[in-house]
């Protein structure tokens, strides 16, 4: 089992749900995150002109068995690209092992 | 007219003129609440661009278009500028009532909500730049046009002779409707927020990102309402003023319980902010005859109002147009039921009366309607008058201001 942990332009959230949906992958968390990097958004606060770094993001992780990896992570460089610096990136790692609170389940079981 | 009286009267009207005023601060309210937070500083800054565009506008020449003394009936204005005239400090100039002053700002002060009434319905994805030049010219010309043909002695004022015509005591037509009608128009060329119709064409919901706030508008609203019927009267006197109080708000209550009862029975669940949009129909549908109807009737129309409130919302989404605070159900549909509604309960009902009402609703439909589509057609077709999808998407904050309304503060989005 591997971990998906994407880290996107909230406009593009949307899109990559939509993506996910469409291979089946129907299950997992998202959260607003503030993040650091090369994309600069300009700002103007009572005559201050300002540029920032720190921008908006969404996190978006995913729990997949391994032969949805390949698939997910081609949605999600699809869904979530615009050619623009500041799309993002894509993180994966190995899961131990994952259970379904409600049926006690574990392994692939628990997760499709 | 001993000095006390007079006093006494302008105090009112200035007193009335500051509740008037301060519904801006009701409308932006509710606007902010209905909707998301990144587009917060956006819909602030429309509103208040309103406020000091559409006094300014009234100032410059509004005032005597909307009353231009000896004139046609149809189109008519009497010079640029405020200028004092000779008796405008006396009890001469308006039987006692107040003077030129009062007069013009509690007078200006209406001016500007006709075009508040737009803002809310092209939020989140008008062009700043496309909304002020059609408010510029909505506000600087058709609203006091309109005003003109009731308020300023025109054609409206004696359809049926000398001392019949149309009735819109503070409004419904004269204001409301008139923003109502060029909130449908915008709303129509305008085209849906991005993701409010499924492809499907099933409406979404967009929940707004402040309730609470949306809330404290509404009442603000009503309190603000006091002085935009109150003062209508155009003096303190006892008996019209208070009673006007009365029918305003017992309207107010029953349209609120009216929308509250109808939408639990079609969506059963008790939804605030229909609620809300109930008050506000019913305070809107009794202002065009707050003077004429008795307190049962009050309650009536409230009630009635109310529940037009309910199915005017879902109406709206049925023919696929967009509408992020209700401004088409409260002001234009209530606005045209309060307007019929002096011909049908109160003191003036009766047939005769109603046609006059339908010739005053008519007439305002036409012009509002041609007025403000020319306009935003024509701003459509050059400037343009949406915004890009990135800049919707994003938000209008960030794309046309460059500025956060809670940089120090997130509220998860959907």
Redesign the interface.
Known sequence: MKKVEAIIRKSKFDEVKKALHAIDVNFFSYWDVTGVGNEKQGHVYRGISYSTSDIQRRMISIVISDEFLEPTINSILEAASTGNVGDGKIFVSDIQDAYRIRTRENGTAGIN | METALFTANNVWMMVCTALVFFMHLGFSFLEIGLTRQKNTINILFKNVFIICTGLLLYYLGGFNLMYPGDFNGYLGFSGFGIQLPENGLTPDYASGGYTYWTDFLFQGMFAATAATIVSGAVAERIKLGGFMIFTIIYVGLVYPIVGSWQWGGGFLSTLGGENAGFHDFAGSTLVHSVGGWAALIAIYLLGPRI?KFSETGKAQAIPGHNIPLAAAGVLILWLGWFGFNGGSVLSADPAGTSLVLVTTSLAAAAGGIGAFVLSAIFYKNYDLTMFLNGILGGLVGITAGADLMSPNESVIIGLLAGALIVLAVAFVDKIKLDDPVGAVAVHLICGIFGTLAVGIFGAKAGIDQFLFQLAGAGATAVFCSVTAFSILYIIKKTFGIRVSK?EE??GLD?HE????AY?DF?L??H
């Not at chain 2, 201001?401 to 956060?404: A, C, I, R, S």
């Open positions: 993701g990135e998407l994003e960030l201001h460059g500025m956060d940089a997130r998860n989005q």
